[in-house]
C-alpha cells in the first residue's frame, strides 16, 4: 500500500498571505489528523477528521482550518499567516479509533512551511 | 487534560550499549500509548503501542516497552543500540473518547557514538 502523502513539501510564503496543505492518506483510512511541529512547541495537534467530519479540534485560532473531501483526502488552509506559523506540518492517516479511543496512525513525511 | 512528560531531551549511547527512555503520561483512566521514531526531515514512524493486556509491549527495530500504571510510565528499552537508532523518540498519549487526537511528549534527541 502506498503510504501518506502530503504536498507541496516545502512552501515559502509572507506575512499575510493564506496557504493550503494536502494530504492524501492510506488507502482505506478514514480518518485523518493534522499535527503542527515547531521547535519551541513540539507536536501539537490541529484537528481531525473523519467521514468529511471535524470530529476533534486541537488549541489553535480560527485562522487554521480543514476539510475532508468524500475520497478522504484533506486539506488544511491557514489564513492571514504569521511569522510564528513556520513550522512543520504533518498529517497522519488512521483506521477509525478502537473502542473509543485511538488506533495506530500513519504519519506522511510533512510540508515544511517558511513564513516570510 | 491528558500530559505526556520525556524527562531527557538529550541522550548519547555507544553503539551496542542498552538503552532507555523514560515516558510518564498523566491521565485519569488507562490510556493509549505509543512510542514514535522522527529522523531528521521524515515524518514520524510508530515503534510500539499499548492499548490494553500485557504490560510488556514488544515492537519493531528491537524495541520494547513496559506499561507501569503505579509509575505512570512508559519507558522505551532495546537492549543494543545501532548507529542507525540515532533519531529523536516521542512518546504520546490517547484518550478514550478522544478519538485519534495523540498527546504528545517534547520528544528525546537519541544520539548514538561509534
Known amino acids: 500500500k502506498a503510504g501518506v502523502t502530503q504536498t507541496p513539501r516545502y512552501l515559502i510564503k509572507t506575512r499575510g498571505q493564506q496557504v493550503t496543505l494536502s494530504c492524501s492518506p492510506i488507502s482505506g483510512h478514514r480518518s485523518v489528523s493534522w499535527y503542527q511541529q515547531t521547535p519551541g512547541q513540539g507536536l501539537q495537534f490541529l484537528f481531525e477528521?473523519?467521514?468529511?467530519?471535524?470530529?476533534n479540534k486541537g488549541n489553535f485560532p480560527g485562522r487554521f482550518s480543514g476539510r475532508q473531501f468524500s475520497n478522504s483526502r484533506s486539506e488544511m488552509n491557514v489564513s492571514t499567516l504569521e511569522l510564528g506559523d513556520s513550522a512543520l506540518y504533518l498529517c497522519?492517516?488512521?483506521?477509525?479509533?478502537?473502542?473509543?479511543?485511538?488506533?495506530?496512525?500513519?504519519f506522511g513525511p510533512g510540508t515544511r512551511l517558511t513564513v516570510l | 487534560a491528558q500530559s505526556v512528560t520525556q524527562p531527557d531531551i538529550h541522550i548519547t549511547v555507544s553503539e551496542g550499549a542498552s538503552l532507555e527512555l523514560r515516558c510518564n503520561y498523566s491521565y485519569g483512566a488507562t490510556p493509549y500509548l505509543f512510542w514514535y521514531v522522527q529522523s531528521p526531515g521524515q515524518g514520524l514512524q510508530l515503534l510500539l503501542k499499548?492499548?490494553?493486556?500485557?504490560?510488556l509491549v514488544q515492537g519493531i527495530k528491537g524495541f520494547e516497552a513496559e506499561f507501569k500504571r503505579s509509575q505512570s510510565s512508559f519507558n522505551l528499552r532495546k537492549p543494543s543500540v545501532h548507529w542507525s537508532d540515532a533519531a529523536e523518540y516521542f512518546c504520546a498519549v490517547g484518550t478514550t473518547g478522544g478519538g485519534n487526537k495523540l498527546t504528545f511528549g517534547t520528544g528525546t534527541q537519541l544520539k548514538v557514538e561509534l
Open positions: 497522519a492517516s488512521s483506521l477509525p479509533g478502537l473502542a473509543g479511543g485511538p488506533n495506530e496512525q500513519f
Open positions: 477528521y473523519f467521514s468529511e467530519t471535524q470530529r
Open positions: 499499548y492499548f490494553s493486556g500485557d504490560t
